[in-house]
């Protein structure tokens, strides 16, 4: 089973939706695929958001990230 959630490096820049086997935490580090398709990029987990999620917004967990060193 997958975790579906919407990444964001702030409140109006979204890295995409993604899926994970296990809920990243804060201080972990995610790769995700490039948008040009080419490699991954490697975020910091931030803060992981919880919210109740309902037909119009099917992902109810959001990762807030930051660029990894």
Not at 12 to 31: H, Q
Request: net charge negative.
């Amino acid at each position: 089973m997958s975790i579906a959630c919407d990444v964001w490096k702030d409140a109006k820049t979204e890295v995409g939706p993604y899926e994970f086997a296990n809920l990243p935490r804060p201080g972990d580090t995610i790769s995700v695929p490039k948008q040009s398709g080419d490699g991954y990029q490697h975020f910091r987990v931030d803060s992981v958001t919880h919210r109740a999620s309902g037909a119009a917004h099917p992902t109810a967990t959001y990762l807030f990230v930051s660029e990894a060193e």
